[in-house]
Every structure is written in structure tokens, then in C-alpha cells.
């Protein structure tokens, strides 16, 4: 059984007429709310999210419309006012070919990995 059969038999099974739905989308928004609230905000936002869609009827683009309230409400959710999210940073990123890479061992001096004179 796949998830297309499930929906079809869980419609049934709800005495609904079968949704034209995105299943695709539902499961982003519930993504976005299990990893930036909670994992039991997922289920409740699901249900909310089509409690909110009942309302225009199930219209896909009001459906698309509340669901990126609810997916952008989730990804700013409990993050302090003013903070960019790492995905829309744009730092350039300058020649790399020549980064001498190096660690601070434990006594705190910088030596680079390459040792001219191991002892």
C-alpha cells in the first residue's frame, strides 16, 4: 500500500469526498513545524492547516496560500527578532587555493599541519 492508496482509503474510511490535495506540500509544512517548533506541532499544524483550508473549500491556492503562513510562522518560530536566516546570507567566498590550514594545539601555539622538523 502506497500513500495514494491511504488517502483514498482513510476518505472512505471519513465518509469525505477524495481531496484534491497536495500531499506534497502538506508534508513540507509539517516538516517545517516538527523541526522549528516541535515534533507534535506537525500533526496539530496538518489539522489546522486543513481546518483553515475547509473554510475556502478546499481551493488549492487559498490551501497554498495558508500553508506558506503556516511554513513561514514555523521557520521564524522561537528565533530572536532581526536574525537572517543562514540561507539568505550571501558571503563571497574568496580564493581558497591558497589557505594554509592550522590548529591550536593543546599547550596554545599555531602550528601548521605540514612540520618542517618533527621531533
Not at 58 to 74: H, I, K, S, V, Y
Request: charged fraction near 35%; charge should be negative.
Amino acid at each position: 500500500m502506497n500513500l495514494h492508496d491511504w488517502i483514498d482509503e482513510l476518505c472512505d474510511a471519513l465518509d469525505i469526498e477524495e481531496a484534491d490535495l497536495d500531499e506534497g506540500l502538506i508534508l513540507d509544512v509539517a516538516r517545517e513545524a516538527a523541526h522549528n517548533v516541535a515534533r507534535p506541532a506537525a500533526p496539530i499544524t496538518s489539522f489546522l492547516l486543513g481546518f483553515a483550508a475547509a473554510r475556502y473549500d478546499g481551493d488549492p491556492e487559498q490551501t497554498e496560500r495558508l500553508a506558506a503562513l503556516a511554513m513561514g510562522l514555523a521557520q521564524k518560530w522561537d528565533k530572536p527578532a532581526g536574525v537572517v536566516p543562514v540561507e539568505e546570507i550571501d558571503v563571497p567566498v574568496e580564493d581558497d587555493s591558497v589557505i594554509v590550514e592550522t590548529y591550536e594545539d593543546v599547550d596554545g601555539r599555531d602550528d601548521h599541519f605540514e612540520e618542517e622538523n618533527p621531533a
